[in-house]
């Protein structure tokens, strides 16, 4: 459960305004507000969520208080009164639980992300239907447990194989995965049958869990990462908060057929699994799902073509009127720092008139970086290319599918005045940081995270697409899991240090260029 799920509830119950609470642990409203709305994360200094769970405590002595509170926390002792110091420090530490049950969640889906495959493997996928599935005339098959739940998605997924073609495949589910993650095997079958699916030119619709189940929202982003990437799949969600108890699983195919199973509370053994084939029932279950739909949100959009210059320049660049801290991660040097005697040498490598009006806007405009990290903090984090690699040509450009339209290298010369326009930024603005990612492989993906409402994905491989998540909480979580690995790398030393690494590569590329070639 979301700390701001939590604290709503108590303010709720305990009728706290805001302000109110505001006083009691001297701050400021707004920050209570976006605490409250999730915008904000868990604060990191432990004294106030103590100063939140002792005023609680005095607060909460009414039965019916007591007794909701219980019933929250899966607690019956609660339901009696409960001396003051004890509620306190229950109430601390399920308020704290927020921060570090949820550490982790974003990690899924971020080492999905950085594993997407740099081609796709035909082997395998093109065999997929090739199981035998006795059918018989039944127009309804019943399917028991976890193991029936799995053979009944196999089945399901082999007969659209078989027989259906461009057709669209919807998806909601709020069941508990177990049934596909206790199983390895399936798991990646599962992920073939998905790949096939997609290069039979099948599409999907998928409504995923209530985003207020932060954990889920991320695993289920991360297991279907691949097709939102290739812009196969629609991503929705119900904004609204339901209770969990009552789960439904439903898989249609409009006309031909229909998975459905039910669960109760977080079940983790599947009851009956029904596949059915009745062109009646089957559509009587796309209309449920057609409903379902009408109320939902995008969770997730894919950009792809043209639509991926203007993300990049109004979006991620910052050419729009709310801008905010932000954290770009990437395979190689940060795009948004580009000088403009690099960005006039890349525009003469592409033909393509979208990323040659995007490169321009980003050369004519060098100054609206610095005009942006003034106020903002922006934190890059990539490595710093071996001197074997740069000489070779082989340090790709980031987020060159899309201003090249192919990839495209440095040249010596352009890394090297690259890093040091980096190494002037560093030194002259103090909320611009740079972490070396030492580890990491180079390469020209781009994970892009601003502060509170926006969050990108670009994978930079043919066909090169942009992934942006619009469910707020997802934006809000992936931000603070983000900022929690890097802050403490964000000290004096560590700036003076990078500054010294950059300073010291650039004289090995002097060192090292060819005769006649140095500026």
């Not at 589910?173 to 095997?185: G, H, K, L, M």
């Amino acid at each position: 459960m979301l700390f701001s799920d939590k604290l709503e509830f108590l303010l709720d119950m305990t009728s706290t305004s805001n302000a109110q609470l505001a006083r009691i642990i001297n701050v400021d409203p707004s920050m209570i507000s976006r605490l409250r709305k999730g915008r904000r994360g868990i604060p990191h200094d432990n004294s106030y969520i103590e100063a939140m769970a002792d005023y609680f405590s005095k607060q909460l002595t009414k039965r019916y208080q007591l007794s909701a509170l219980s019933e929250m926390l899966g607690c019956e002792e609660l339901c009696h009164p409960v001396q003051p110091h004890l509620l306190r420090m229950i109430l601390s530490e399920w308020l704290l639980s927020a921060r570090y049950d949820e550490d982790n969640k974003a990690r899924p889906l971020l080492k999905t992300f950085d594993r997407l495959p740099l081609y796709h493997d035909k082997n395998g996928a093109d065999n997929t239907a090739a199981g035998d599935v006795k059918w018989n005339n039944s127009k309804l098959f019943v399917y028991y447990g976890n193991e029936g739940k799995r053979r009944a998605v196999c089945d399901f997924l082999q007969k659209i194989l078989r027989y259906g073609t461009n057709c669209t495949i919807q998806v909601s589910s709020d069941e508990s995965s177990e049934w596909i993650v206790e199983n390895d095997d399936f798991a990646a079958k599962l992920s073939r049958m998905i790949t096939a699916l997609r290069e039979k030119g099948c599409r999907c619709q998928r409504i995923a869990a209530s985003a207020s189940d932060i954990n889920y929202s991320f695993d289920s982003i991360a297991r279907w990462l691949p097709l939102m990437s290739s812009g196969s799949l629609e991503s929705f969600h119900y904004p609204r908060m339901r209770d969990g108890l009552y789960r439904r699983t439903i898989i249609v195919v409009p006309d031909f057929g229909a998975l459905v199973s039910t669960s109760v509370g977080h079940q983790r053994e599947s009851g009956a699994t029904f596949l059915t084939l009745e062109k009646a029932t089957v559509n009587c279950y796309a209309k449920e799902f057609s409903d379902y739909l009408s109320v939902c949100k995008p969770m997730t959009k894919t950009h792809g073509g043209a639509q991926m210059c203007n993300m990049l320049l109004l979006r991620a660049l910052g050419y729009e009127s709310t801008f905010s801290s932000c954290i770009q991660q990437s395979g190689s040097l940060s795009s948004i720092t580009m000088p403009p005697s690099v960005v006039k040498n890349i525009i003469s490598k592409t033909k393509i008139p979208a990323s040659q009006k995007l490169l321009r806007r980003l050369r004519e405009d060098a100054w609206h970086f610095e005009d942006i990290v003034k106020e903002h903090r922006i934190i890059d984090i990539f490595p710093l290319a071996p001197l074997e690699e740069i000489a070779a040509g082989k340090v790709p450009v980031a987020a060159s599918q899309i201003l090249c339209g192919d990839t495209c290298y440095y040249s010596m010369i352009e890394y090297k005045l690259h890093l040091q326009h980096i190494a002037a930024l560093l030194k002259k603005h103090p909320n611009y940081h740079l972490i070396q990612n030492c580890g990491e492989h180079i390469r020209s993906d781009i994970i892009y995270i601003r502060e509170g409402n926006l969050a990108l994905l670009y994978k930079d491989t043919a066909p090169a697409s942009i992934i942006e998540i619009t469910e707020s909480n997802l934006i809000t979580e992936l931000w603070e899991y983000m900022l929690r690995e890097i802050e403490p790398k964000l000290s004096p030393a560590a700036r003076e240090d990078v500054i010294a690494r950059i300073e010291r590569l650039v004289m090995e590329i002097d060192d090292n260029l060819p005769a006649g070639q140095g500026y």
